[in-house]
């Protein structure tokens, strides 16, 4: 099992990435219609295609977060994501991220991270911050 | 801009799309009642591949918690309930701070806090927060959500085949 992060984390620390190819299957919920999985649904609201469901490729971030912070973020995590660019419902996606602060927060330790979700043709999607607690008395999930 | 002969859809099966100047910064989006269930976190789970054991066996609360981004939805519920914005979601900002525990009543309340135009479209913007029997705030949000892709400068015409209003379930 990796190691997870602790308040010893160095700035700069990179995550091993997560990523995952969607497709429009993954969007279906019976038969309705959406601009997640439906060509003409999307059409009409403005899109060239459907999109991917924006929690669902945010879904890679809070992944990479939890495999890396465990109960930190599980309980005690935060984030603030702006969904910049669409991910399309057949894209492939990857959730990347870095450390970038510490700050003591009661008995414990926040670790900040810049986090992102960068589409195949390397277009930052989604971009922003999540932090997590880590130190030994971190609420325990 | 609009390109060619965009419209903004003006209606779909769950009636009129919310309009920018109805939006009401300051309104009570009301509350519900939200229990999260065994299965809601095996869905939750396998919708977004993120297992843990604590997910699927148990954890030192004493049983099994949630993944915490299950809380996406019940928030988005009540924005619904309120006003019919189908749009794209555009930020989420958020604290895990509680663990979710199956079969244990949330309460899910919510309030428009924002809204404001920029480059050619709508945005509002709310937030929620979620309280355990005890009262414990077991999670706070705020989200915006674009009103349509299409700029504000098209019309508004026809009938979308999506809706901001959906079943209230995982």
């Given at each position: 099992?990796?190691?997870?992060?602790?308040?010893?984390?160095?700035?700069?620390?990179?995550?091993?990435s997560v990523s995952k190819q969607?497709?429009?299957?993954?969007?279906?919920?019976?038969?309705?219609?959406?601009?997640?999985?439906?060509?003409?649904?999307?059409?009409?609201?403005?899109?060239?295609?459907?999109?991917?469901?924006?929690?669902?490729?945010a879904a890679l971030i809070f992944?990479?977060?939890?495999?890396?912070?465990?109960?930190?973020?599980?309980?005690?995590?935060?984030?603030?994501?702006?969904?910049?660019?669409?991910?399309?419902?057949?894209?492939?996606?990857?959730?990347?991220?870095?450390?970038?602060?510490?700050?003591?927060?009661?008995?414990?330790?926040?670790?900040?991270?810049?986090?992102?979700?960068?589409?195949?043709?390397?277009?930052?999607?989604?971009?922003?911050?999540?932090?997590?607690?880590?130190?030994?008395?971190?609420?325990?999930? | 801009?609009?390109?060619?002969?965009?419209?903004?859809?003006?209606?779909?099966?769950?009636?009129?799309?919310?309009?920018?100047?109805?939006?009401?910064?300051?309104?009570?989006?009301?509350?519900?009642?939200?229990?999260?269930?065994?299965?809601?976190?095996?869905?939750?789970?396998?919708?977004?591949?993120?297992?843990?054991?604590?997910?699927?066996?148990?954890?030192?609360?004493?049983?099994?918690?949630?993944?915490?981004?299950?809380?996406?939805?019940?928030?988005?519920?009540?924005?619904?309930?309120?006003?019919?914005?189908?749009?794209?979601?555009?930020?989420?900002?958020?604290?895990?701070?509680?663990?979710?525990?199956?079969?244990?009543?949330?309460?899910?309340?919510?309030?428009?806090?924002?809204?404001?135009?920029?480059?050619?479209?709508?945005?509002?913007?709310?937030?929620?927060?979620?309280?355990?029997?005890?009262?414990?705030?077991?999670?706070?949000?705020?989200?915006?959500?674009?009103?349509?892709?299409?700029?504000?400068?098209?019309?508004?015409?026809?009938?979308?085949?999506?809706?901001?209003?959906?079943?209230?379930?995982?």
């Amino acid at each position: 099992m990796a190691r997870l992060i602790d308040e010893n984390v160095h700035l700069g620390t990179e995550f091993p990435s997560v990523s995952k190819q969607f497709n429009v299957e993954m969007f279906k919920i019976g038969d309705v219609l959406t601009l997640h999985n439906d060509q003409k649904a999307a059409e009409l609201e403005g899109l060239p295609r459907p999109i991917a469901v924006a929690p669902q490729v945010a879904a890679l971030i809070f992944r990479m977060m939890r495999m890396n912070f465990g109960n930190g973020w599980i309980v005690g995590g935060k984030g603030s994501l702006t969904f910049r660019r669409p991910v399309w419902s057949d894209d492939f996606a990857t959730a990347r991220g870095v450390v970038t602060g510490k700050m003591i927060e009661d008995d414990r330790v926040r670790v900040i991270c810049d986090v992102w979700v960068e589409r195949a043709d390397g277009e930052r999607a989604i971009v922003g911050t999540c932090s997590a607690l880590v130190g030994s008395t971190a609420r325990a999930a | 801009m609009a390109e060619g002969n965009a419209v903004r859809i003006a209606e779909d099966a769950h009636g009129p799309r919310a309009d920018f100047d109805d939006i009401e910064v300051g309104r009570d989006l009301g509350s519900l009642e939200w229990t999260i269930s065994v299965a809601d976190i095996d869905k939750q789970c396998r919708i977004d591949e993120d297992y843990d054991p604590v997910f699927s066996l148990a954890s030192t609360q004493g049983g099994r918690i949630a993944p915490p981004q299950i809380q996406y939805r019940p928030p988005r519920w009540l924005l619904s309930r309120n006003y019919n914005v189908r749009g794209v979601f555009y930020r989420w900002d958020f604290e895990n701070l509680g663990p979710l525990k199956p079969d244990a009543p949330i309460k899910v309340s919510g309030r428009i806090v924002d809204k404001w135009i920029a480059r050619g479209r709508e945005y509002v913007s709310f937030e929620a927060v979620g309280t355990d029997a005890d009262g414990r705030e077991v999670f706070r949000t705020r989200r915006t959500h674009v009103l349509d892709v299409v700029t504000r400068d098209a019309p508004r015409g026809g009938r979308g085949l999506d809706s901001g209003v959906k079943s209230e379930k995982l």
